[in-house]
């Protein structure tokens, strides 16, 4: 038999060694004879763009370049299924080009979306009498997938934030000047990464010294009040805020209120960050800097964690073993069994627990006052980013996997 | 005799290593007794606040420590000192600190301005016979400075500029969809750090395609057909693009002339990559992303260029050696002797031949079709950003060296 392997979703720094975890975890069973990748997510299987990832993965070489490659060598997808009982179609479409290449396995890495994706493929198989099994393997750098102690990528972006925002500390205090600098995190929905800045703490820096998170409402006047209050003991205030936060337009002033909103809450064009950068400017006046993380957040693998990619592998493997055992619809999850020293064990759970749920930060780990996170959060973050990847440089730059090149614009 | 260092303007991850470069040579001479550190630049000589650097370095893990820190340890400052021949209050204080720690010798870490307080420091001892000297050590990652080849902290800079920049292409290339992603990099006036962005070609990237510094004219009509030309052979088109360039608001449609410059232009608020996003997103319609390096590109020490760090240091041990024969009102500098195998010589040239002067990327290294730069910024960059240094980490986390806590606000 065969298998198809895809990455969809929110590019990370560890879906391409997930992608390495199935490959190589394959490649060990005599049953499975070609492993192939799928393009762009699930329509490589929609319009039949498959690869044979033997082909490309030849190398103990490229095995290393793919690992420390962020992003997804194979392409990603935003594609959203029809629901299998009404719209069968690109269904048939699917089922279309895995009879024609003997799959008898599909492996989807990716976040909430894609984890629809699984679950909706296993009930049409299901309700066809399909032969074929589908497994989600779980990866966001928003860590807001139920079921799972956390997900693949969020390590590598918790170490990148932790790092960053360590980095940013030292630029912003070299100033006799009060000052404060707001850096901008990703997650729209949860605080996860946001409240992993909080680790810094384990070296000893009291910065941030204010996080915020969309877990809890946002007030701008609770906010200047906080900064304030941090400016009595410390010259240059550093704050953590999610993109996800939402700012409340009836507490602004009138010059927000004027339906000249595109000023000042535009968050599509400049972002929470800038917003309250303005806010600050406007009340406070003291120097001040918003900065967006980014997808630097995302994709800076050379600065990846070592656990991150390490399990992002090994739960890929673990995926491989699942199929063969015939587990169809689940997702593969890590149970934390340990945290000194710490240990997790894989699993898997009916990805119907998963798909189209949200795991929020836990409230209990927001300090009352709503402005910080508790120790719980830097016990939680802290194993997660452990451990730095050799990271192969040429030239003086990172070397990268690249598939092949990009299409031109159809 | 005893002898002072201080640090200016904008962080980098070298200027720390250049600290360590004067302090660790002058240790080496008997005639050398104290090294002091003035906190907060020229600001610490004036209000008496030194440190005894010999009781704040004093293992091989603090030399670690310090070499790996990004931005100043002694803090900085943006002090402009007035002309000595009309307003000397302020030269009578910092000569009056000298004095009272014996002091006569005074390196100035810092940029352009910096290179003025020297310039105006050793003109008032001159003019008033003190036997004090002032030399100048480069820094700037905007590497702006006349006269020297390059300037520390640059090729650290640059390294963080291809590194990220290339995750960046990774991150950007992943779905099917066409799409412009707008990378903003520093040099208000200069277009060296954006230019390096170049140095991906020698690891066989094609992107950045289109490369914009303030050097050349920038026009948004050309800047949107150079766009839609790369879209017909690129699905993600990579620009990027100097905070420094002024767009022509003449150019640009009603939406952007009829007095709501801040909508679009707000330079301050958004910066020119988010105008420039809103501009493909209105003019093109495709997916756009635009992403501001901010600081990171001036801090991120864990990924700091080896050859900068050691060229840093090395520069500051020269600017000792050159104290001791007497030289004063002078700034340091690089000749580069050759690029295969590479290779610098240090020396020395008069500071007012650099303070008040800019040195521009030269024009002949951008394309005719000015949207990209020669190989031959290829070849000048490369060089600087090669080596990685050896980061110790505690916790997941790079370690840093904090000199003191912050100060609170007066």
Redesign the interface.
Same mark, same amino acid.
């Given at each position: 038999m065969n298998i198809v392997v895809a990455q969809s979703g929110g590019?990370t720094c560890a879906i391409n060694a997930s992608l390495l975890g199935v490959f190589r975890h394959a490649t060990k069973y005599d049953e499975i004879e070609t492993i192939y990748g799928s393009v762009?997510g699930i @329509?490589g299987l929609i319009s039949n763009n498959l690869v044979n990832l033997s082909e490309i993965i030849c190398t103990d070489d490229d095995v290393e370049l793919i690992r420390q490659?962020?992003?997804?060598v194979l392409?990603?997808?935003?594609y959203k299924l029809p629901d299998p009982t009404k719209d069968i179609k690109v269904y048939e479409d699917i089922v279309s080009t895995m009879r024609a290449h003997d799959i008898h396995a599909f492996f989807y890495i990716g976040g909430n979306d894609s984890m629809d994706t699984v679950m909706k493929l296993d009930r049409y198989f299901k309700l066809n009498g399909i032969d074929i099994v589908a497994i989600g393997i779980p990866k966001t750098i928003d860590n807001d997938l139920p079921e799972t102690d956390h997900t693949p990528g969020f390590g590598s972006a918790a170490?990148y934030v &932790?790092?960053?925002t360590? !980095?940013?500390i030292?630029?912003? $205090?070299? *100033? $006799?000047v +009060?000052s404060v600098t707001i850096i901008e995190i990703m997650g729209r929905d949860t605080g996860w990464l946001t409240a992993s800045s909080a680790? /810094?703490r &384990?070296?000893g820096e009291t910065a941030p010294h204010l996080i915020y998170l969309p877990e809890k409402p946002f007030s701008t006047k609770k906010f200047l009040d906080d900064v304030r209050e941090v =400016?009595?003991?410390?010259? &240059?205030v550093i704050v953590a805020v999610s993109e996800g936060i939402e700012l409340d337009m009836a507490e602004l002033g009138e010059e927000f209120q004027s339906g000249k909103t595109?000023?000042f809450g535009h968050k599509y064009? &400049?972002g929470i960050g800038?917003a309250l @950068?303005?806010l600050v400017t406007k009340e406070i006046g003291c120097k001040v800097?918003s900065? !967006?993380l980014?997808?630097?957040q995302?994709?800076? $693998?050379?600065?990846s $964690?070592k656990r991150d990619i390490s399990e992002a592998e090994r739960i890929g493997g673990s995926a491989v073993k699942a199929a063969l055992k015939g587990i169809s619809g689940e997702m593969m999850v890590f149970y934390r069994v340990a945290n000194h020293p710490y240990n997790v064990r894989i699993d898997h759970v009916s990805v119907s627990l998963v798909a189209n749920h949200v795991k929020y930060f836990p409230t209990e780990w927001i300090t009352e006052s709503g402005n910080n996170v508790t120790d719980e959060a830097v016990e939680y973050c802290?194993p997660l980013? =452990?451990? @730095?990847q050799n990271?192969r *440089?040429?030239?003086?730059? +990172? =070397?990268?996997y690249?598939l092949q090149q !990009? /299409? +031109?614009?159809k």
């Open positions: 590019p762009n @329509e490659t962020p992003s997804t392409g990603s997808c935003r170490k &932790a790092t960053t360590q !980095e940013i030292r630029d912003s $205090s070299v *100033y $006799s +009060p680790v /810094l &384990a070296n =400016q009595k003991t410390h010259r &240059a595109d000023n064009l &400049a800038k @950068e303005k800097r900065i !967006e980014n997808v630097m995302r994709c800076s $693998s050379h600065l $964690s802290l980013i =452990q451990g @730095e990271i *440089y040429k030239n003086g730059i +990172p =070397q990268h690249v !990009e /299409l +031109p614009h």
